[in-house]
């Protein structure tokens, strides 16, 4: 893939990114403001704090309660879970203000989920792993993954999440 694009017409937003290239969002005016063009990820992203973007899932209990004990012990900012695509929410993590959980299920992601929505992490300055860290394939990725910009921040969410779907198998 050399080229991701996501549009959501309810929120006139549009984002974009080249392989090897910096993300854009592009905010289409409305009530009479301009277009705004934007460079990823925002500038006041709260790098410091980590917020978490859970995406909704039937088994994702033990995943759900160690993040609200991380939550709890203010390891983590925010724990919110929406739903939605995954490919907007990752979108919403090169923003930089939320890492994205998502506990795919045991059959491969669909491309057409996750190669833009990572080209747009990825430009921005951050990664889309696995529960090792290690970049997954978007054409061919089984699993959960988690998305985000600041390597700690990332690391952080992920360690919680390997270490409860660990114990959910022992």
Do not use: C
């Amino acid at each position: 893939p050399y080229l991701g694009i996501l549009a959501n017409p309810v929120t006139g937003e549009i984002g974009y990114a080249l392989a090897g290239g910096p993300t854009r969002l592009i905010r289409l005016g409305v009530f009479g403001k301009g277009d705004q063009g934007i460079a990823l990820p925002l500038a006041d992203a709260a790098m410091g704090t980590t917020l978490v973007n859970l995406h909704p899932s039937r088994d994702g209990e033990r995943v759900s309660r160690a993040l609200i004990a991380a939550w709890t012990r203010r390891a983590i900012g925010s724990l919110r879970s929406p739903g939605g695509s995954p490919a907007w929410a990752l979108l919403e993590a090169a923003r930089g203000h939320f890492i994205y959980v998502n506990q795919w299920s045991g059959r491969p992601a669909e491309p057409w989920d996750l190669v833009a929505g990572m080209l747009l992490v990825q430009g921005a300055g951050g990664d889309v792993v696995d529960l090792d860290g290690v970049t997954i394939d978007p054409v061919d990725h089984s699993g959960p993954f988690i998305a985000g910009l600041g390597a700690e921040r990332v690391r952080l969410v992920t360690d919680t999440v390997r270490e409860s779907l660990r114990a959910d198998s022992a």
